[in-house]
């Protein structure tokens, strides 16, 4: 072998070799970045359920329907109150019956603690909602509506 073969030989395995570890170095930061995503991903979908029971409760109140909201309570509030009494309560939260939508910009989802969903309504009227996971379906457990609670 002629010394100018030799030489190109070990560029070539030192290229080969950077090669492998440009190679591993991507595969670790591309694992990062779905295991990264996966997590957010995750946290993200834990909120819809709530988030979603929360405006299914509030819709049902714009339209009236106070035997379904009653029935999107928790059985902890059902406990306690009866439909009259949550009916009561939402005369005190006018705003609610009248808002036609609301922004939930608060959201708090804590494994085995319920969820907490806040915001305001179309109106400005704040809100706070304390839910509970109760056998896979999220149910109101308490709410505030700009002072008022049920």
Known sequence: MSEGEEG???????????AILALLGLCS??????????????????????????RTFFA???SGDTAGAYA?????????????????????MPA?????????????????????????LDDGTSFQAHLVDEAGVWRIDSLTVGGSSL
């Not at 922004?103 to 085995?112: D, E, K, L, M, P």
């Open 8 to 18: 190109s030989s070990t560029w070539k395995y030192v290229g080969i070799g950077c």
């Open 29 to 54: 930061a591309g694992s990062c970045v779905l295991f990264c995503g996966g997590a957010i991903g995750a946290g993200v979908a834990a909120m819809e359920p709530p988030v979603e029971a929360t």
């Open 60 to 62: 049902s109140v714009r």
């Open 72 to 92: 999107q309570t928790a059985s902890s509030y059902q406990a306690s109150h009866t439909q009259a009494d949550l009916e009561a309560a939402l005369a005190q």
């Open 96 to 120: 609610l019956a009248a808002s036609t939508d609301q922004t939930i910009s608060n959201r708090n989802v804590q494994a085995g603690q319920g969820a907490t969903m806040g915001g305001t």
